[in-house]
């Protein structure tokens, strides 16, 4: 599977940002899609997740200002971060994943991609 981040960069605290991937080479019409973020010297974390039937989970910390979207037809996943804080600094990954139960606890567990940087300062 090839999956290709972009979008990230840095914004003032309260600041906006959309991220973008394109899965390519993997028919990923049939599996769970989202987002984790790992800072330096920190555990992975679950941001988002979105199934096959549009269901969406988010954690805690990103809910009512993280959305996490899809456009299977053009093979791409959107995650629309507002209302940024300083904590939500950290590198985001796109990610697929097969598990049965599509959360965004079980997309840190996925295949993923390079990752694209988020600042916020």
């Known amino acids: 599977v090839q999956l290709v981040e972009s979008g990230g960069g840095s914004v003032r605290t309260g600041g906006s940002l959309m991220l973008s991937c394109e899965v390519a080479?993997?028919?990923?019409?049939?599996?769970?899609m989202g987002w984790f973020r790992q800072a330096p010297g920190k555990e992975r974390e679950g941001v988002a997740a979105i199934g096959i039937d549009g269901s969406t989970s988010y954690a805690p910390s990103v809910m009512g200002r993280f959305t996490i979207s899809q456009d299977r037809s053009k093979n791409a996943l959107y995650l629309q971060m507002n209302s940024l804080r300083l904590e939500d600094t950290a590198r985001y990954y796109c990610a697929i994943t097969t598990a049965r139960v599509c959360d965004h606890v079980s997309i840190t567990f996925g295949e993923r991609g390079q990752g694209t940087q988020v600042t916020v300062s």
């Open positions: 080479e993997y028919p990923y019409l049939k599996y769970c």
